[in-house]
């Protein structure tokens, strides 16, 4: 299993009345992550749209462990992990680039569906679980 990793700054605008990152911008950070990691894969998004196949997150699960707050350097790590003949997932941690404090433990499931709706699991998502 091979790790995907990506280094970003919280921004002023990211941040609620308490000085914290708010709770649903780390979704934002992880898919941002997540579609970063697609493109060194060689997976196109729109490409596979194209072809009437449509990948989706039917499941999301995180763990917030400590707020970021503004000017906050974090590193988002990533792997995938098979869930079922038709799923797969997306492990992904956030932590702290300065010391490695751990931000946020994450989990997302995903599933595709063809062009008529039934499910199906794309090459290109099976190679993602080779590498």
Do not use: K, W
């Not at 990506?6 to 649903?24: F, H, K, P, S, T």
């Not at 072809?51 to 763990?63: N, P, Q, S, T, Y």
């Not at 941690?93 to 499910?119: C, K, Q, S, W, Y």
Request: net charge negative.
């Amino acid at each position: 299993m091979q790790e995907f990793s990506v280094e970003m700054a919280v921004r002023d605008y990211e941040c609620d009345l308490q000085g914290i990152v708010n709770n649903a911008v780390y979704q934002n950070y992880l898919e941002h992550a997540r579609h970063l990691y697609l493109r060194t894969r060689d997976v196109d998004f729109v490409e596979l749209t194209a072809r009437g196949l449509h990948v989706m997150v039917i499941r999301a699960e995180l763990d917030y462990l400590r707020s970021l707050r503004p000017g906050d350097v974090f590193r988002i790590r990533l792997h995938t992990e098979r869930v079922s003949r038709l799923r797969m997932a997306f492990v992904q941690t956030i932590e702290l680039v300065e010391d490695g404090t751990p931000v946020m433990n994450a989990r997302f499931v995903v599933a595709a569906v063809n062009e008529r709706g039934r499910p199906c699991f794309p090459e290109e998502l099976e190679r993602l679980l080779m590498l």
